[in-house]
Every structure is written in C-alpha cells, then in structure tokens.
C-alpha cells in the first residue's frame, strides 16, 4: 500500500516519525517531502522559484503515485503556507477524474475547508488510531527473508 502524507512544513520531523512508523508496517509512504534537506521552519522566500517549481512538480508525481492520502490539519488555525490544501485538491480531483474514491484521513480539526466534507474522507482526532486503520489495511508484513 502506498500512502501520501500531507502536512504543515513546520510539522516535518513529527511526520517524519509518524511515516517511519508506516515503513516499519510495510507501508511505502510517496511523500518525498520528507526527505528534502531543509529545515522545517524553512520559508518560502528561503529558497529560489525554480527550487519551489521543482518540489511541487514532484508533489504532483507522489500524491499520484499513493493509494491513501493522510492530511493533518493546523490546531492553531495559523499557517500561512497551504500546500497540504493543494494536495487534497490534487487528491479529490484525480481520483473523480479516475472514477475512483481513495480514501483520506484527515487528522485534527474537520471544518479546515469544505472539502473536508467530501465523503471520501474520514476524520480523525489523533494519528494513532488512522495509523493503526492504515496498517490493518495492509495486513501482515513478510518478512524479506522468507521470501
């Protein structure tokens, strides 16, 4: 199973964690943001325009490439940047546009947008509880050496 983590930058290293979690439940998690070398209160004016192009290039490709996609949301209601929100959009529209409908699993707050409402998506108040739907989802791991 493939997942797309969807978050505020600020909250990189937390995610960071929580997509480490997955991987150990043999979940192979698309969001290459996570591994981008900077830090997590890195600004959009940090870095230059053709850098911006390119990791929301990539996004695209990794929002795509995923069978979930998991959003947290911002408690404080304060994040200026949005590209989570993007993501979603991204998300809902491809997935409408394949006549399929992949879930999301919003953590945190349910009234963040409207399409929060959509009823593909499913809230919850805590990543423990969609991590471990996630990986009942996936079922038992194999270990690489009986294979």
Request: proline share 7%; charged share 20%.
């Amino acid at each position: 199973m493939k997942i797309y983590l969807a978050a505020p930058y600020s909250r990189k290293d937390e995610i960071n964690k929580y997509a480490a979690e997955l991987r150990a439940g043999g979940v192979i998690v698309t969001s290459s943001w996570l591994e981008e070398p900077h830090q997590p209160d890195t600004q959009m004016q940090d870095l230059p325009p053709d850098v911006h192009q390119g990791y929301a290039i990539q996004d695209v490709k990794d929002v795509a490439a995923a069978d979930i996609l998991i959003l947290w949301t911002d408690p404080t209601r304060s994040i200026v940047r949005q590209g989570r929100t993007v993501e979603l959009g991204i998300w809902i529209g491809l997935n409408h546009a394949r006549h399929r409908h992949a879930p999301v699993f919003v953590v945190g707050l349910e009234d963040e947008n409207i399409f929060h409402h959509m009823p593909e998506v499913s809230h919850f108040t805590a990543w423990e509880a969609v991590r471990d739907l996630v990986l009942d989802l996936t079922g038992p791991t194999v270990p690489q050496s009986s294979l």
